[in-house]
């Protein structure tokens, strides 16, 4: 039986009825259309499906969806505000921190979150944030340049 | 995957509904282990109880008689509070090891004890430190030693309408050092080849160790103490020959399998290391505390 539910996204409230056992990325993705957060191993392991629920990284694959109608949900479509990228996002385009691109909505929100409390992180604590993001072409060492780049102080 | 999900608003509609459901029904903390089980086909249930919205089981309290952490607390928080760090920097640490940062913020420590892997980092440093298992139904509360609660893999003593409500750390006496060790192929997204932890009590001498607990994970078909090697320290003045020994009776101590990810022996060896290595980390942590600082 589906039930009805509201969720906040990106600042926006969706209203849609869904079966109680779907992900929030299975109804991120199907439901909403918000396509960016990807399915890797749909098991918690690989982080491509990371997003912000109230500010702090989590698998969305890993969260029910009607179990988080009270939190906000931010997700690599909200990353940039107001037309205008997010530092990260634009480190990434100039460092060439892309290679496939499979992981690179998750590993941006976890850098998101770790920024946004911890402004200058070191090398060793943006490798901590990113554990648990792989990056199967296994190009991480452009993706610490770009945080370097982002985080720079002037 | 197909369930029905019941949502309660507070523990006492909780414990209601465990008592109407019973088996019938799973409940589900932080997800990381429960949704991943139930994808694969490994577990079926007629119906999920979130206790997302029990807010009331998702804490850190200090009190006079101890720490009391609520069954809800994430990982995160456990690993990010100053309360644990200083008391129990082996809990700390432990939480801080489990999974990665999305895992640790959805985690919970009581889905960890629940979930009862004998690979779950939390549980070597809670049986260090003797905690104490609070768990609820409608029947009334009872409180049980966590020596106490775990049957073998993924059984423990809960009731089918029973909710782990929270978990009591008792006070500590004397100057108390700790520290957990996980040995993993890589330092992130691990489950434990070994997890060990020590807790190293001194009370006015720097050389004389008046307690030693040993604590061990994924080595048996529960988390174990190794109370033969704890007794070889007790009272003792230490030395590097008796660290030694205490690391060769912890491994015996050790009833590990082979499996995919290590052999039994490697286990058995890598126990004599990461004891002999805790031990020593333990001891320099006690050292650190004053004397007169007792708590």
Redesign the interface.
Known sequence: ?K?PVRLRVNGENYDIVI???R?LLDVLREELRLTGSKKGC????C?AC?VL?DG????S????A???Q?AEILTIEGLAQKGKLHPLQQAFISEGAVQCGFCTSGVLM?LK?LVDHNPTPTPEEVK??M???LCRCTGYSKVFKAVAAATRQP | ?????L?PRSLTEALEMKRDYGEKARV?A???DL??LL??GKLKTDA?M?L??LGELNFIREERQGVTLGALVSH?AVATSSVVRQKFPDLAEACAQV?????Q??GTVGGNLCNASPAADTAPPLLLMDALLTLASTRGERRIAIHDFFLGPRQTVLQADEILKEIVIPQTTGRRGATYLKLGRR???EIAIVGLGVAIHLNGSDRVVSECRVAMGSVAPTVVRARGAEAILRDREITSELVDEVAAVAAEAARPISDVRASAQYRLDMIRVLCRQATHAALARAREKKAEGLS
């Open positions: 039986m039930i079966a109680p056992y992900t749909d098991a918690g392991d982080g990371t629920l702090k990284p989590v698998n694959c890993l969260v029910l009607a179990t988080v009270d976890s979150a901590i944030a554990a648990g993001n | 995957m197909r369930f029905e999900l949502q589900l932080g997800g990381t949704l991943v994808k694969d999920v979130s997302r919205n995160n999974g990665a940062t999305q895992i913020n959805l330092q992130a997204m």
